[in-house]
């Protein structure tokens, strides 16, 4: 695996879309939480909108539009950007 090609969740800007690979900490209070929303390996996140300071931000995810805190969201490993 090129860990070139991943990046953090967190960090695509709004339009793009990339595919999940693993979640980088599963032990986080929220890893099984985000597991039941969608973030699994191979689901495609869409960033839809970041809010004026940059925290939170929504994604697409499954048909579904979520809000995420960035710290959050910094657990998600995704591979490249898709769009």
């Known amino acids: 695996m090129n860990t070139r090609s991943i990046k953090k969740l967190s960090d ?6 990339a595919a999940v ?6 032990a986080h209070d929220l890893a ?4 039941d929303l969608g ?3 191979g689901s495609r ?10 925290d939170p931000c929504a994604y697409l995810i499954r ?14 490993a995704v591979g490249e950007v898709i769009g």
């Open 12 to 17: 695509l800007l709004p339009g793009e879309t």
């Open 21 to 26: 690979r693993f979640l980088t900490d599963p």
């Open 32 to 35: 099984g939480r985000l597991s």
């Open 39 to 41: 973030l699994t390996a």
């Open 45 to 54: 996140v869409t960033c839809t909108m970041k809010s004026p300071l940059g």
């Open 63 to 76: 048909g579904a539009v979520i809000a995420l805190r960035r710290a959050d969201a910094s657990i998600v």
